[in-house]
């Protein structure tokens, strides 16, 4: 969801968190669905499988996308700077999410669909 400088912050996306999530639903319910890519809830500090659990049944699309929090970057820069300087893009299974969960998840939600690295 970081883009460039002159979109910052979160770029063009509104649908970032569990509040919103949940108001776009009700919107529009089954008309709409998400892309799913924990590693965005990673540097969000966004509870995956309890969101998995909440929004499993939305779900059209998975990113296996993983992500480390550097915990000295986190100090120097503070949760205000959402996450330069601290958050580090990384292969799934290298980073802190822990897949055997998210995809226990998934498959306890009835997700069927594509999980693209």
């Known amino acids: 969801m970081i883009f460039s400088y002159d979109e910052w912050p979160g770029g063009h996306n509104i649908a970032y968190s569990p509040y919103v ?3 776009i639903l009700e919107a529009w319910g089954g008309d709409v669905g998400m892309n799913f890519d924990p590693s965005h809830l990673v540097w969000q500090m966004i509870d ?3 969101f998995i ?3 499993g049944a939305s ?3 998975v990113h296996a996308k993983d992500l480390m929090i550097d ?3 986190l100090y120097e820069r503070g949760i205000l700077s959402a996450g330069i300087g601290w958050q580090v893009p990384r292969m ?3 980073g802190d999410i822990d897949w055997s969960r998210i995809f226990s998840g998934l498959y306890r ?3 069927d669909g594509p999980v693209i690295i």
């Open 21 to 23: 999530w949940r108001r």
């Open 48 to 50: 995956k499988e309890r």
């Open 53 to 55: 659990r909440e929004f």
């Open 59 to 61: 779900m059209l699309h």
């Open 71 to 73: 915990h000295d970057g």
């Open 92 to 94: 799934p299974g290298l």
């Open 109 to 111: 939600a009835g997700y």
